[in-house]
Nanobody
Framework: QVQLVESGGGLVQAGGSLRVSCVAS????????MGWFRQAPGKEREFVAA????????YYADSVKGRFAISRDNAKNTVSLQMSILKPEDTALYYC????????????????WGQGTQVTVSS
């Protein structure tokens, strides 16, 4: 059974940067794409970014374009999200996910979820 484990969350001041990473382990891992979602208190989980596992093509939510960058290391089964120019509204629990398709520019048909890592941006 594949497991996704996130790391790298924390507390940062507005305008700062933070990097979160996710490593997959266990079983045969060859997703179509991987990505990140986030959920703030009292809000629904929302798509943040995704990357095609084979081609490396990236997809971003409008709210993070130009500030976040997703990358992958196929050999290490790792996906990372470099977050810059962070805003208080970026505060959320960030979830790593593996999915079987990209639909309307977002990761879809999620096969595996991580447990989440907290990112808090102070003003």
């Amino acid at each position: 059974q594949v497991q996704l484990v996130e790391s790298g969350g924390g507390l940062v001041q507005a305008g700062g940067s933070l990097r979160v990473s996710c490593v997959a382990s266990g079983g045969t891992f060859n997703p179509y794409a991987m990505g990140w979602f986030r959920q703030a208190p009292g809000k629904e989980r929302e798509f943040v970014a995704a990357i095609s596992w084979r081609t490396g093509i990236t997809y971003y939510a409008d709210s993070v374009k130009g500030r976040f960058a997703i990358s992958r290391d196929n050999a290490k089964n790792t996906v990372s999200l470099q977050m810059s120019i962070l805003k208080p509204e970026d505060t959320a629990l960030y979830y790593c996910a593996a999915g079987s398709r990209i639909y309307n520019g977002r990761l879809d048909r999620i096969q595996y979820w991580g447990q989440g890592t907290q990112v808090t941006v102070s003003s």
